[in-house]
């Protein structure tokens, strides 16, 4: 059974940068591809960035091209999500799972708060 397990959230003041860090038991991401995704009070959940296991290649939402960069380390089951010059609107529940996603993959996610 797949377990999805993400940290690294927490307050920030909009501009600064957050890591946020997801680990995986079990074959969660072998062969496919890993993405980060978020939710904000009253919006459905956003896709932002994915990373194929293989090979590596990256896939972006253009909302966060260019502030986020998503990777991963295999050996670790871990997929990570490194965010600069955050924004308000980044507040949200930000999660990880395959993409595209698993309905059975969702876990709790870690709050970012982006403050003024």
């Known amino acids: 059974q797949v377990h999805l397990v993400e940290s690294g959230g927490g307050l920030v003041q909009a501009g600064g940068s957050l890591f946020l860090s997801c680990v995986a038991s079990?074959?969660?991401?072998?062969?496919?591809?890993a993405g980060w995704f978020r939710q904000s009070p009253g919006k459905e959940r956003e896709f932002l960035a994915a990373?194929?296991?293989?090979?590596?290649?990256?896939y972006y939402n253009k909302t966060v091209k260019g502030r986020f960069t998503i990777s991963k380390d295999n050996a670790k089951n871990a997929v990570y999500l490194q965010m600069r010059d955050l924004e308000l609107e980044d507040t949200a529940v930000y999660f990880c799972?395959?993409?595209?996603?698993?309905?059975?993959?969702w876990s709790q996610g870690t709050q970012v708060t982006v403050s003024s």
């Open positions: 990373i194929s296991w293989v090979s590596g290649n990256t």
């Open positions: 799972n395959r993409w595209p996603a698993r309905d059975d993959f």
């Open positions: 079990g074959r969660a991401f072998d062969g496919k591809n």
